[in-house]
Each structure stands twice: as structure tokens, then as C-alpha cells.
């Protein structure tokens, strides 16, 4: 069975609790529940991790170097993690980076992303719904 990871960066774990206007009103809960529904029907299986912490992500991007994909939102180290970039770059699975919100109508150091140059691509202003639409890029 072919495994995916989804790993969400800092402060991704306070979605649908502060600012629904930017982020909408859904928690990081209900977006798991909605991608194992996905996952259920194309029997495929999903390892879901949320951390604060850049040397987490980095950690789990190398575990998954035999995954069949990564869907990664990188939170605000999307900005300026070298460190996360050269992660995604030592390993040969592909990665699909995703933002809720549009990061190019918001402020001017959102509209770098220093990890998208090494992912096969970004989905970037769908809310929520960006996590399922990167997962099925993959079916
Ligand atoms: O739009 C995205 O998905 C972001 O990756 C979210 C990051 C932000 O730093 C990026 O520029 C764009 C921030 C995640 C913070 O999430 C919150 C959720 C609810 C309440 C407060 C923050």
C-alpha cells in the first residue's frame, strides 16, 4: 500500500481556533479526517504530523524518503528555511508544497517561498481544501 506523508508547520495546530478570515474555520483535525476519507477510498495510507519545530519537519521529511509523496505546509519556514529546502532536496520523493491562504495578496515576505524551487509544485490560496487537491495530484 503506498504511503503518503502530510506534515503542517508551526502553528498550524491552532487552524480553526484564531483568524478564520485568513485561514477559515476548519481545524487541522477535520483536514485529517477529510484526507483518510480520501485515502480509505484509494486505499492508500497517510502518516499525519504537525510540529513547531524546524529539526521535526526535517526529521520526517528524511523518515519519508520511501513514501510515495509528501504534501507539505511548511507554515512560516516556507519563507526562509534553507534548512528545510536542503531536506527536501536530499531526498528523491516528490513533494507538493501547500498554503491555505494566498500568500501573494499578503505581506511581502510571504510572497518568497525559499522551498518551493525543489518541490514538483505549490497549491497556494484553496484553504483547506489544498491538502486534498495535492494529495490527488498524486492519484
Ligand atoms: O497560508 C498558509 O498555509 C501559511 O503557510 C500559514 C502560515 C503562514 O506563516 C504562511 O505565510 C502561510 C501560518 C500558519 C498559522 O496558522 C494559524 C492558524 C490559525 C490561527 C493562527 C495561525
Redesign the pocket.
Known amino acids: 500500500m503506498k504511503t503518503f506523508y502530510v506534515l503542517n508547520?508551526?502553528?498550524?495546530n491552532?487552524?480553526?481556533?484564531?483568524?478564520p478570515g485568513i485561514?477559515g474555520s476548519e481545524t487541522l483535525q477535520t483536514v485529517e479526517r477529510r484526507l483518510t476519507e480520501v485515502a480509505n477510498e484509494n486505499e492508500i495510507s497517510i502518516v499525519f504530523r504537525q510540529s513547531n519545530h524546524e529539526g521535526d519537519l526535517i526529521d520526517w521529511i528524511h523518515e519519508a524518503e520511501d513514501a510515495a509523496g509528501i504534501i507539505i505546509?511548511?507554515?512560516?519556514f516556507?519563507?526562509y528555511s534553507y534548512a528545510i529546502r536542503d531536506a527536501i532536496a536530499s531526498v528523491s520523493v516528490q513533494v507538493v508544497e501547500?498554503?491555505?491562504?494566498n500568500?501573494h495578496s499578503?505581506e511581502p515576505f510571504?510572497h518568497t517561498s525559499v522551498i518551493s524551487p525543489v518541490t514538483k509544485g505549490q497549491i497556494v490560496g484553496f484553504g483547506t481544501q489544498g491538502y486534498e487537491l495535492a494529495l490527488r495530484s498524486f492519484l
Do not use: D, F, M, Q
Open positions: 508547520g508551526p502553528n498550524l491552532r487552524l480553526g481556533k484564531r483568524e485561514y505546509n511548511p507554515g512560516a516556507t519563507h501547500v498554503h491555505i491562504s500568500v499578503r510571504r
